[in-house]
T-cell receptor
């Protein structure tokens, strides 16, 4: 079983729609989590950290469910510029190892 | 603030040749990561340093890959000899040391795109 698992998609979503991604992790000791965004042929960049209480940044909302070991990302009112691959990341406990999922490819359709 | 610097940006080599990549992390970042990203996949950790010590190299193919960070600042990753399946983007990232108060993110360089023919 992979340490961090994501549905690779692709997700093709009309502009203005709401889209949600889930990610599961296998190591219950993972201490922190992130969502990164990666544009085609570019490096990954931090989209947002994920906190236990859930957090929101504009149109983006991240949730963490430690009991079920999953993380979610919700994008509201999607824009064409949201088209990218979204990578789920878990940080290991004690060693700071950052483990990435395969990524979920999102395409926003005009 | 300067970001993570990597060179070269692109490299094409023949199989069985050797190649080296260089990374200079953000100033003050103790943790340095090397990732391999094959097309269509997420980044896979090859090796992680904290200062000049290795924290994790469990997924580094040690028969052909080596990495060092001698002075705890910049780092080199070497492949010798290269195989066709080593064709990928090699990403370097750095971060501050994690603390309970600060969820430190990793910043990535632009990567080196390696093609082995």
């Amino acid at each position: 079983r992979k340490e961090v698992e994501q549905d690779p998609g692709p997700f093709n979503v009309p502009e203005g729609a709401t889209v949600a991604f889930n990610c599961t992790y296998s190591n219950s000791a993972s201490q922190s989590f992130f969502w990164y965004r990666q544009d085609c042929r570019k490096e990954p960049k931090l989209l947002m950290s994920v906190y236990s209480s859930g957090n929101e940044d504009g149109r983006f909302t991240a949730q963490l469910n430690r009991a079920s070991q999953y993380i979610s990302l919700l994008i509201r009112d999607s824009k064409l510029s949201d088209s990218a691959t979204y990578l789920c990341v878990a940080r290991g406990f004690g060693n700071e190892k950052l483990t990435f999922g395969t990524g979920t490819r999102l395409t926003i359709i005009p | 603030e300067a970001g993570v610097a990597q060179s070269p940006r692109y490299k094409i080599i023949e199989k069985r040749q050797s190649v080296a990549f260089w990374c200079n992390p953000i100033s003050g970042h103790a943790t340095l990561y090397w990732y391999q990203q094959i097309l269509g996949q997420g980044p896979k950790l090859l090796i992680q340093f904290q200062n000049n010590g290795v924290v994790d190299d469990s997924q580094l193919p040690k028969d052909r890959f080596s990495a060092e960070r001698l002075k705890g600042v910049d780092s080199t990753l070497k492949i010798q000899p290269a195989k066709l399946e080593d064709s990928a983007v090699y990403l370097c990232a750095s971060s501050l040391v994690f603390t309970a108060k600060v969820n430190t993110e990793a910043f990535f360089g632009q990567g080196t795109r390696l093609t082995v023919v």
